[in-house]
């Protein structure tokens, strides 16, 4: 029962904030959902009893979108056409007080429930990530090494690509030089 309904709690919210990531118009409203969406679908991989899965979801993907997030912060004045609105307070209080009640009755519901048990009981002795660990370096190690080395061809090409806009070392020259080359960006 507890697993029906947390499942159904948390796909409405994922739909909903990936809803809210496609519709909306306001860069910061769209990655502020799509970081929400992101943890949300961490709480599939928390019911179903992956807790590593749970927590590299969240780690890794909703601060890949925290990352994205700073940088459309930096980049884009976004907050230019923003304009709060000062919503109904007891909406605002009601929506709250939910919140905080759903908070506590999935953090509590696995303490006072003993009889709540997996389909597929874990293997005696072995641990959540050395599970993942043994069927990521055994059935999946061809893509997880190929999975690394895009990742790696990336990173490398991203420090190439933003090293030619570096033609000039500031640690390699003298104060006058770094006034002559302020001077010349200024007039160009």
């Known amino acids: 029962m507890f697993e029906a309904v947390a499942f159904y709690l948390f796909a409405f919210l994922t739909i909903a904030m990936f809803y809210i990531t496609v519709t909306t118009k306001q860069a910061l409203y769209a990655l502020t ?17 992956a807790d590593f899965l749970g927590a590299v ?3 890794v993907y909703t601060g890949a979108v925290m990352a ?3 940088f459309g912060m930096m980049f884009f004045d976004t907050t230019r056409e923003v304009k709060e609105k000062q919503g109904n307070k007891y909406i605002i209080v009601g929506l709250s007080t939910l919140a905080a ?8 519901a696995p303490m006072v429930s003993e009889n709540i048990v997996a389909l597929y009981p874990a293997i005696d002795g072995v641990g959540n990530t050395q599970e993942v660990g043994l069927v990521l370096f055994t059935k999946y190690l061809i893509p997880f090494e190929v999975a690394a080395i895009m990742l790696l061809v990336a990173m490398v090409a991203g420090i190439v690509l933003a090293g030619k806009k570096m033609d000039l070392s500031i640690t390699l020259i003298n104060d006058a030089e770094i006034e ?3 001077n010349k960006k200024v007039l160009s």
Not at 34 to 40: C, K, N, P
Not at 101 to 108: P, S, T
């Open 33 to 49: 959902a799509l970081a929400a969406g992101m943890i949300f679908i961490s709480a599939f991989f928390f019911i179903l009893g």
């Open 180 to 182: 002559e080359e302020k």
């Open 68 to 70: 994205l997030y700073a």
């Open 57 to 59: 979801q969240i780690i």
């Open 101 to 108: 009640v759903l908070v506590v009755i999935i953090f509590a």
